[in-house]
């Protein structure tokens, strides 16, 4: 049965999160697969694992992915009508080969992996929250490397954050919750068929284990934010949010030159 704005609202509210949502037809889902398949071919796989940021404005279908009615009707319940995208990034776990011994962790060193983190740690926003999308163009699944979650952890603030040590870590800035500041035995992990979406929340702690299948894992990860939310400004870091795009409703605020 489908749910309305207000119980998608309130599931995510006191989740941080919603898993397994249908975005993708069969055909929308293939043709997708085929026009990344085309950018595998030009630039090589090293290239597409993590270096497709913010190829929505030049790319049609893929902003087709970015804007697409069944996507925002989820994101326009959680944050409001006024929604301003952020940022975008395709982020793909491509098989290794499979660990002799199955996941001891001498054989999962130094394969990407992410390490449990909040995304709002990166972001840095004010005024409003930031809500990210990961839409499964292959199955996300345990042993290829599905997201976990931990629920509720969006409800604790920001955590503190410092360099992981361990090798294979493919966030931008190789951030890392400490191991005893996180609950891993509430973990869940978020498994995905291609095609469905899940989302969290700025401040949900998650984090994804290596690929030790023989499949790819590929997802297009979407960062949205309410128009009214503002970046920090941190002169130790300063940021700038060059490809943001109205995706829904009206921008009184301008704290971004969104066009639509
Ligand atoms: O794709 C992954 O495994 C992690 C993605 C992630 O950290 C995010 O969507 O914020």
């Not at 975005?23 to 694992?49: C, M, V, W």
């Not at 952020?86 to 962790?105: A, M, Q, T, W």
């Not at 992996?113 to 740690?121: C, E, I, K, L, S």
Request: proline content about 7%; glycine content about 6%.
């Amino acid at each position: 049965m489908k749910q309305d704005a207000a119980e998608i609202r309130a599931q995510y509210e006191q989740q941080g999160y919603l898993s397994a949502i249908p975005i993708l037809s069969p055909e929308e889902l293939q043709q997708s697969r085929d026009a990344f398949a085309e950018l595998e071919r030009k630039h090589g796989e090293d290239y597409t694992a993590y270096s497709l940021h913010n190829i929505h404005k030049d790319n049609d279908w893929v902003m087709a992915l970015a804007k697409h009615p069944r996507l925002l009707e989820v994101v326009t319940a959680v944050l409001g009508p006024d929604v301003i995208l952020l940022d975008s990034r395709f982020i793909c776990k491509y098989p290794v080969g499979k660990p002799e011994s199955n996941g001891s962790s001498d054989k999962m060193e130094g394969l990407p992996f992410v390490a449990w983190h909040q995304d709002m740690t990166y972001w840095g926003f004010d005024g409003g929250p930031v809500l990210s999308v990961w839409l499964a163009l292959d199955d996300s699944l345990e042993d290829n490397g599905a997201l976990q979650v931990i629920p509720g952890s969006h409800q604790s603030g920001l955590l503190p954050h410092h360099q992981s040590k361990r090798a294979g870590n493919m966030l931008s800035v190789n951030q890392e919750i400490p191991e005893e500041l996180v609950q891993s035995e509430k973990a869940l992990l978020c498994p995905l068929q291609a095609g469905q979406m899940s989302v969290h929340d700025g401040l949900l702690v998650h984090a994804s284990d290596p690929n030790t299948s023989n499949r790819r894992r590929c997802g297009y990860v979407i960062r949205y934010v309410p128009t009214c939310a503002y970046p920090i400004q941190d002169p130790e870091r300063p940021r700038s949010f060059p490809d943001t795009v109205l995706v829904s409703g009206f921008d009184k605020y301008n704290h971004f030159s969104s066009k639509l």
